[in-house]
């Protein structure tokens, strides 16, 4: 076992272990560490803990020191450097008519590298810009392509839930998402009410996933044919997943057809997964099926925020 503490940077999730020497850290201090990019002003997350040695990726390193009031004013004035850094690119992006959106500017704390996050539709020859760049800021420049998932999460703002992004306030990574989540959480399928600011579908849609096939696998699916406790055959007119319930059609002793609810306990048949239903809910729904298909993909192409 290796005693750690976790760290967090302003532009990663990404959760770093250091060794916490004999320092007295604990959750929301400010520390000054080693990392593949040079000495970086970090939070701490995660207070001194024990974790096995397989957990360890990498080499652990020492934090270098708690981060004193003059490690703050530096780190302050880093950020004032990068507005300003910020306005004279967009300006240098104008002048060599370059088809890219800047997002975000960062200094490392050590100043030996200026890096300029953007995103664009494809491939973007910014040579030019680094050189001119290079020149302006007498400084290592890096200029990184980044997705639109990165851009909401480096940006941050509010989901359709009224709370932070997922993102920016604690995925470390992203999850993998599929429309197939979204349709056996019984959720429709307009994109407008499954993707998120970033236009990607919802990271959210992962967290009950395994919670919705658990109880899905228990239900019969609409139109199956099943024998309720009081002896009827009918058929399965809905199912209501969060609630075990299920509406059926049933002829009674009246030879009249009527709609019961019952709970599944009630309820005898082959239990087996739900079937999506793709087709019939997008025609239900007049969903465009390359826009669906347009949420699911993975656009992180490029380099991510590491």
């Known amino acids: 076992m290796v005693e750690v503490i976790g760290v967090r940077f302003r532009t990663n999730g990404k959760i770093y272990y250091f060794n916490p020497e004999n320092y007295d850290v604990h959750s929301g201090d400010h520390v000054i560490v080693e990392t593949i990019r040079g000495v970086e002003y970090g939070q701490v997350v995660l207070e001194r803990r024990q974790i096995g040695e397989q957990d360890i990726v990498a080499t652990l ?10 490690d703050d004013r530096h780190q302050q004035r880093n950020k004032e450097r990068c507005k300003d850094a910020f306005d004279i690119c967009l300006k240098k992006i104008e002048k060599h008519n370059l088809h890219m959106k800047l997002i975000d500017v960062e200094y490392t704390f050590d100043n030996n590298k200026l890096l300029f996050y953007f995103s664009a539709d494809g491939r973007v020859d910014f040579r030019e810009l680094v050189r001119d760049l290079a020149n302006e800021f007498k400084t290592r420049i ?3 392509q980044i997705g639109v998932r990165d851009e909401a999460k480096l940006l941050g703002g509010l989901g359709i839930c009224g709370r932070s992004l997922c993102c920016y306030s604690y995925l470390s990574e992203f999850a993998s998402v599929s429309i197939k989540m979204a349709k056996e959480q019984n959720l429709s399928l307009n994109p407008s009410k499954i993707s998120g600011v970033c236009g990607r579908l919802m990271c959210c849609l992962k967290n009950e996933q395994e919670t919705y096939e658990y109880l899905n696998s228990k239900l019969p699916n609409v139109g199956d044919i099943v024998k309720t406790v009081d002896g009827f055959i009918g058929e399965v007119q809905s199912v209501s997943v969060l609630r075990q319930k299920v ?5 009674n002793e009246e030879d009249e057809k009527e709609a019961v609810e019952y709970n599944i306990d009630d309820l005898s048949f082959t239990p087996h997964r739900r079937k999506g239903g793709k087709n019939k809910r997008i025609q239900e729904e007049d969903v465009d099926m390359k826009e669906l298909e347009s949420l699911e993909r993975d656009d992180d192409k490029h380099s991510k925020l590491d």
């Not at 509406?247 to 002829?251: A, E, L, M, P, Q």
């Open 61 to 70: 390193k020492p934090i270098i020191r708690v981060a004193t009031p003059e």
């Open 142 to 144: 890096e200029l990184r």
């Open 247 to 251: 509406k059926v059609i049933i002829t």
